[in-house]
């Protein structure tokens, strides 16, 4: 089942039309993941999807068997028949069953270079649309709420974090000589344990000598987690394509004066934030409201407060300051919150020599109204 509802869909086809397309074109590969194929077709991975002004949709899978199993689009074509070349599928349907020699195409902003020069040797008469960051910013604007079955599928993600919270206790009182590569193994064997399909990204196991990093190489270590001072752990999970995304703030041990200001001070920001969401509120205005707190306190936060969860981790909505320089402005549009949307909120204090300490939650806009669903809180040991 494709997760698209059809009123969504059908802005996709009014955007064709007004911009004079023949087709919107979204490929995903290897060497380019993007999304939107499934977002479109249901169909999970490896292929292209064609739209055209009618509404029609025809899928190039590279696995037609997968294809027939999981899309929802009007035909499939099996690519053996163009040589596995989809951009030959393509000129076919041009030519021999449209009767067109002339035509424009829109892709996504992710579409390779590569695969535009091409696609333009093999079909002489073809152009693509100029600006493709409007068909991004099309598909961000229009994953940023999510449907009933996207919901489902995002609080299922974070059921299944909230039940790790709890393993991750567990193994800071029973295993004080464990690793952070024991944890971040811990968390991938409970992931499946509890349903999940796997990790929504690398996770993320800091203990304090190494928490002060935003996103840690290595992703996990095979130091001992449990090391007096600020410590964290970022992880989330994946069910059937959509994710969860939870940071735990932990602290073993006695803390110094400035290590509990640094942990006082990411609760408050959190706090401030949340305390912030509204309906139509700007979300910039929220992000500000947790920055302040921090620079009031003498740290900075080097990120965006949050971003929507969905397909991918880093999903839209974008919980973010207002941009100052001005080919960002140019682009930018204020967001406020809405109905569907599903996001993180975390900020975090940061310091080399005294770790790091990031709160973060995931937040559902349902019937208007703020939910947190997952149960992030700082951890003592």
């Not at 080919?327 to 790091?356: N, R």
Request: charged share 25%.
């Amino acid at each position: 089942m494709r997760p698209i509802t059809e009123e969504k869909f059908e802005s996709i086809v009014e955007f064709i039309k007004e911009k004079k397309l023949d087709v919107l074109m979204i490929t995903d590969y290897e060497d380019s993941r993007n999304v939107n194929l499934q977002y479109l077709s249901g169909h999970p991975t490896d292929a292209t999807i064609l739209i055209n002004s009618s509404g029609e949709t025809i899928l190039i899978p590279w696995d037609v068997p997968l294809a027939e199993k999981h899309s929802e689009v009007d035909e499939i074509i099996n690519p053996a028949n163009f040589s596995f070349n989809p951009s030959l599928a393509i000129k076919d349907l041009f030519e021999n069953r449209w009767k067109k020699s002339s035509i424009t195409i829109g892709v996504h902003s992710m579409t390779t270079y590569g695969l535009i020069v091409k696609m333009k040797a093999i079909m002489t008469g073809i152009k693509f649309f100029e600006e493709p960051i409007q068909i991004t910013q099309l598909f961000e604007k229009l994953r940023s709420t999510k449907t009933e079955l996207e919901i489902k599928r995002l609080l299922k993600a974070a059921q299944i974090g909230n039940r790790i919270i709890d393993d991750i206790k567990d193994f800071c009182i029973n295993n004080p000589d464990g690793t952070e590569k024991d944890l971040s193994f811990l968390v991938r064997k409970k992931i499946g344990d509890y349903g999940g399909d796997d990790v929504a990204f690398e996770p993320l196991v800091a203990n304090s000598s190494r928490a002060h990093e935003i996103h840690q190489h290595p992703f996990a270590s095979d130091q001992r987690f449990g090391l007096p001072g600020l410590a964290l752990i970022d992880f989330g999970a994946k069910f059937q394509g959509y994710n969860s995304d939870i940071t735990i703030p932990i602290t073993f041990g006695k803390l110094s004066d400035e290590q509990n200001k640094m942990r006082e001070l990411a609760i408050k920001s959190y706090e401030a934030a949340i305390e912030m969401i509204d309906m139509d509120v700007p979300l910039w205005k929220i992000h500000d409201t947790a920055e302040t707190v921090l620079r009031k306190g003498g740290y900075l936060m080097p990120y965006s407060l949050g971003h929507g969860l969905g397909l991918t981790v880093h999903d839209s909505p974008f919980v973010t300051r207002k941009p100052t320089d001005e080919h960002s402005k140019k682009h930018w549009k204020e967001e406020t919150i809405q109905d569907g949307m599903v996001f993180t909120i975390e900020p975090g204090a940061y310091k080399q020599g005294l770790g790091g300490q990031r709160l973060e939650n995931d937040v559902l806009i349902r019937n208007d109204k703020v939910e947190i669903i997952t149960k992030s809180e700082p951890l003592n040991f």
